[in-house]
Structures are given as C-alpha cells and as structure tokens.
C-alpha cells in the first residue's frame, strides 16, 4: 500500500505518480471482487455558497456541451475510501456529469478542497466522480498486447487523447467491477463478467474533479481476432476512434507520445508493478 492505513496524517506520503494524477491507493497483485465493498449513501448537502458554485458549473455546461449533443447524466461520486483489514471499502452518492465537468472553471476552490479532503483523509462531501480505467491486455497468441484507443473530437474530456478504455460510474452500477465489465462492452466489444477483472490502484485527477479506479483484464484473443470480431462490435462506437494493440515488450514507446490521455502513465506504472510481480516481465 502507499500510505498509511490509509489517509489520516498522510499528506506528507502522497505519491504523485505522473502528471495529472495523485495516487491514493494501489495493490501490485491486484484486489478481487470479493475484497471490495462498495456502499450507496443520500445525496450530498451544499452550504449556500457551494451550491451556488456548483449551479454555475451545471448552467456552464450546459451551455457549452449541450449544443455537441451531451446530456446530464447521472452519476457517482465518491465519498469516502478506506482499506480495513486488506479489503477496500469505498462508499459513494450521487451527482451529474454537468456539473462535474464544470467545475474546473466555474468551482476550481471548490474542487481543490475536495481533492485536499480526498488526498489527507480519504474521504470528501465535494463531487468527484468516479470513473472506471481499464486496461485490456490481450493474451491468446505470444506476446501478451496492450489495447489502446484513441478518442474522439467530441469527447467531452480530453478528445483526441490516446487511451485505454474510461467508463463513468453511474447509478445502476453495484461497483466498479460492474462499470468495468459495462465499459468493455461499450467501448471494446469485450463481454465478460462483472467480476473477471482485478483492481490495481485509485488515483484522483489535479485538473478534473474525478477518481480513477484501474481495473486491468486479460482476455484471451489475438490482436488479429480482437480486432475482427470484437472491437466492431462495440456499443457504442462514438466514443474511441481507432484502436491499436501494442506488445508489453515496446509499453515505453508508448509512453513518449504526447498526446497521451492524463491517466495513461500512471496506469502504465500499475501494470509494469503487476506484470513484475507476477513474473510476467
């Protein structure tokens, strides 16, 4: 783990890992299904001046995102994380993709005591919401490959970027595990169950009001077969543009383009630290 067990007094051991991300948690073996326990809680309650802040975001957003065809979606956002006894609990309720996206401009104080809360004690009552990160290796023909996708103009953060696979939480997830499984469906064509994935390490964002949960899935196909019969099939076909599939073996090329999407290095450490400890590279 990388912090104390985990967060209070912890604000001189917070490990920023690359860029954009500061990470909260991670586990080079990976934590199942089994040993995450997610919990819904009410809706948050804003002080005057923060629910101000935040409609600002929300009426922001709406002016700029609506006229691209987005719609304010529910969402989940994270309240509190925790490790008890190696088991990862995380608690959450819920807010909108609107005033998420806003907050950045409209709310940047607000956002920055929300990160500071996450950061020192692990837990917030300042939206953040939840995405999933996934990482897909494929591993049916040699080398094990690593799926990357690059995203489209019109994505509502950081378009263009090359990726792996992000999914938001929304309410009719039971976790992230479930989000998962949804975004590889989704974004990749992959469907598997909701618990075949691991969970490798919880970093939040500097510049967007967002946790990241890194999942990493094996999938057993090749590039050649993935590329035939599983990523046409994606559902929605929108969001990712192109897709790649590159060898562990040449993962450092990757990590020199510049167009990477924020969360990509840090990600890319996660799954150096797993394919080492499990004598993979």
């Not at 104390?4 to 299904?33: C, F, H, Q």
């Not at 008890?84 to 998420?100: A, N, P």
Request: proline share 7%.
């Amino acid at each position: 783990m990388t912090r104390k067990e985990i967060y209070p007094t912890a604000a001189e051991e917070i490990v920023s890992s690359s860029g954009d991300m500061v990470e909260l948690v991670s586990n080079p073996k990976g934590w199942r299904w089994k040993d995450v326990h997610a919990y819904p809680l009410p809706p948050m309650n804003f002080e005057e001046s923060d629910a101000g802040s935040l409609a600002g975001a929300r009426a922001y957003t709406e002016m700029l995102r609506s006229p691209l065809g987005d719609f304010n979606g529910e969402k989940l956002s994270l309240r509190e994380i925790a490790l008890v006894s190696g088991h990862l609990k995380i608690s959450y309720s819920e807010t909108d993709y609107f005033t998420l996206w806003g907050m950045p401009a409209k709310a940047p104080s607000l956002m920055a005591r929300g990160m500071d809360d996450l950061c020192r004690n692990g837990k917030t009552d300042v939206p953040f919401g939840i995405y999933v990160a996934l990482t897909v290796l494929l591993t049916g023909k040699d080398e094990p490959k690593l799926v990357t996708i690059v995203q489209s103009e019109n994505h509502g953060f950081h378009p263009g970027k090359i990726s792996l696979i992000e999914e938001q939480m929304e309410p009719a997830d039971i976790d992230t595990f479930f989000a998962a499984s949804r975004g590889a469906t989704e974004e990749a064509g992959i469907y598997y169950p909701s618990g075949g994935s691991l969970l490798l390490g919880v970093a939040v964002h500097k510049s967007i009001p967002y946790v990241a949960f890194n999942h990493l899935l094996g999938v057993s196909v090749s590039e050649e077969e993935f590329k035939k019969h599983l990523w046409p099939g994606r559902t929605d076909p929108g969001e990712g543009i192109a897709v790649s599939c590159i060898p562990i073996s040449k993962i450092n090329n990757l990590r020199r383009n510049p167009d990477l999407h924020p969360s990509t290095h840090w990600r890319l450490d996660l799954l150096e630290k797993y394919l080492k400890e499990s004598g993979i590279k």
